[in-house]
């Protein structure tokens, strides 16, 4: 989404018109659902998806009408009975998507540049959009940047996922994921993990302790690269309640310290890679250190969804996908 809002930024400063087109409301079986984004420039180009096929070909020939005359656009898409034979998708479900036509004017350019920013210094932010008039507002610190949304309460908006106004006349969707995953280890499954992870937006901090592993190279998607020993993790990282961990060491001494230092941060997500009969160690080890059967019971252990992985790159691919599943279940704020 960051390198969305990045193309963004530069399109408009080379002239080029942009027309924001996001999946607001959805129902029954589509494939994308409400938070989908895509974004279609003047010069042909775009970045991002509203679900692909027929739908998404008819929302660019329709972005290419918008203009200075014709700034907001709503459409509904049924896909199912007539519609969906017109369309050659038979999901079964509706999707409505908003258009938005920005122009290259200054307050555009700032506008976004301004939302560069806070996506690259991860500040918590939303983008709002008046579904009438295609206004764009952003709030972030408490704070609405030039003009607020003319409500008296839109917390209700402000959420963790993509949210509509009870009205139906404001569509909010946050510009930043919360939450770090700290990859404890820098291992082959990390180093296949962590592309996965940033692929998917998640942020990625590696702390290994040997220094033969922890280096940046090895993990150039990573937000950045810890070398500390592992009985000092608290004074090197500091772990908050919206963020992940995963343990995936060279062994389960350094498995077990990690853990006895993390577990009573009571992070969104602890996951431990391992035998079952290794888990059965660690949790005795745990229960020995005097963590209650609640805070053992919510490790993620033996690690991942059980899809049959063995490589590296399989494991990592379970564990990328019970980390999806885990944000889009959770709540926040």
Not at 59 to 85: F, G, I, M, P, Q
Not at 95 to 104: E, H, L
Not at 309 to 327: F, K, M, N
Request: hydrophobic share 40%.
């Amino acid at each position: 989404m960051s390198n969305m809002y990045l193309t963004i930024c530069d399109k408009l400063k080379n002239g080029c018109d942009a027309v924001l087109l996001s999946v607001i409301k959805s129902r029954g079986s589509v494939p994308r659902k409400r938070g989908a984004k895509m974004v279609c420039f003047s010069d042909n180009d775009s970045v991002g998806t509203v679900g692909g096929g027929a739908v998404e070909h008819d929302a660019v020939l329709k972005s290419r009408k918008l203009n200075s005359n014709t700034l907001c656009l709503n459409k509904k898409y049924t896909l199912n009975h007539s519609d969906a034979e017109k369309l050659g998708m038979v999901c079964g479900g509706e999707v409505d998507i908003n258009f938005v036509y920005v122009n290259t004017s200054e307050k555009n350019i700032a506008l976004f540049e301004h939302i560069c920013k806070l996506v690259e210094n991860h500040k918590k932010a939303w983008l709002v959009t008046g579904l009438t008039n295609g206004e764009l507002f952003v709030f972030s610190d408490d704070e609405w940047y030039e003009n607020r949304v003319p409500e008296a309460d839109v917390s209700v908006l402000l959420k963790c996922d993509a949210q509509l106004s009870a009205d139906g006349r404001y569509y909010a969707e946050p510009l930043t994921q919360d939450g770090v995953v700290y990859v404890f280890g820098g291992g082959h499954v990390s180093k296949a993990l962590c592309p996965m992870l940033s692929a998917t937006d998640f942020r990625v901090v590696v702390y290994e302790d040997n220094v033969e592993f922890a280096k940046k190279e090895f993990f150039e998607s990573a937000e950045k690269v810890v070398c500390a020993e592992f009985t000092k993790i608290n004074e090197n990282v500091s772990i908050t309640g919206s963020d992940y961990a995963v343990v995936l060491t060279r062994g389960h001494k350094s498995d077990n310290e990690v853990l006895r230092q993390i577990l009573s941060k009571h992070p969104s997500y602890l996951g431990v890679i391992g035998s079952r009969k290794k888990v059965g160690v660690m949790r005795e080890y745990l229960r020995n250190c005097g963590f209650d059967e609640a805070d053992i019971k919510a490790i993620h252990s033996p690690i991942g969804l059980e899809i049959g992985a063995v490589t590296p790159a399989e494991i990592a691919v379970s564990i990328t996908a019970q980390l999806i599943s885990h944000r889009a279940g959770k709540e926040c704020l």
